[in-house]
């Protein structure tokens, strides 16, 4: 096995919602619940204000845009438990090829760290599904003071790790997610799930993980620009 202090690529620093999971149709169902349970229209203009966003920021905007009367933190804790209960009852919906290149990852001793806008509740399911220890470290949504697009959950992750940001290659699905990976400093490799994600310098694009491994990220760590998007 290479020494890990040769490699270009330092660590890989993983989105959780929409990158390694597909839970946002979960997330979705569950906001609609939540609004129409509570006597108002669903208005699916809210979604991309949401999606990458903090769940307290988009418990605001439920509560904002269709005047709940429930409390954030209630908000919260409904939101979570109904994805939760889906999980339960339809088993956690991974993203094509991720659960394999995270597999890969670490079978080939390359440190992985989840940087999720998800608590850390939720978060504890998901990594009961997979190998313990597979991530190195791991920041949720109720652990930073700033979160995504902030880059405090990335330059957290890189900080835990002891890893230089510039040789982590971000994963991510949202615009603020890759907002926060990039002011952080990391390569982007961007993978587009629910919103479109637009070209820009140095970011390379997908949109699926499949049949993507390590020597692809390796690539994209020495600065390889892939964008299969449009091309």
């Known amino acids: 096995m290479p020494d890990p202090s040769s490699r270009t690529l330092a660590a890989v620093l993983w989105d959780m919602d929409g990158t390694l999971v ?3 149709p979960y997330w979705l169902a569950a906001e609609k619940e939540l609004v129409t349970g509570a006597g108002a229209t669903w ?3 809210i979604l991309p204000l949401m999606i990458g966003q903090s769940l ?3 418990a605001e905007l439920l509560r904002d845009w269709f005047g709940l009367t429930l409390s954030v933190p209630e908000i919260v804790d409904t939101l979570i438990n109904a994805v939760l209960d ?29 940087v999720t806008m998800s608590w850390k509740r939720m978060v504890d399911v998901v990594l009961d599904h997979l190998p313990e220890g597979i991530f190195a470290t791991v920041v949720t949504g ?90």
Do not use: F, Q
Not at 93 to 111: F, I
Not at 192 to 214: C, I
Not at 216 to 225: H, P, Q
């Open 22 to 24: 597909d839970s946002e």
């Open 43 to 45: 208005n699916p203009a």
């Open 56 to 58: 307290t920021h988009s």
């Open 86 to 114: 889906r999980m339960d009852s339809h088993g956690v919906p991974w993203r094509p090829g991720a659960r394999e290149l995270l597999l890969a990852l670490y079978e080939a001793g390359v440190p992985c760290a989840l």
């Open 142 to 231: 109720d652990a930073v003071t700033r979160g995504k697009p902030h880059p405090e959950p990335y330059l957290t992750a890189a900080r835990n790790l002891g890893a230089d940001i510039a040789r982590c290659i971000a994963i991510e699905d949202s615009t603020p997610g890759v907002a926060s990976a990039e002011a952080a400093g990391a390569r982007l490799l961007a993978v587009e799930a629910h919103v479109p994600l637009p070209p820009a310098p140095g970011r390379s694009r997908m949109t699926t993980l499949a049949g993507v491994g390590v020597a692809d990220l390796e690539a994209i760590a020495a600065g390889a620009v892939v964008d299969l998007i449009g091309a």
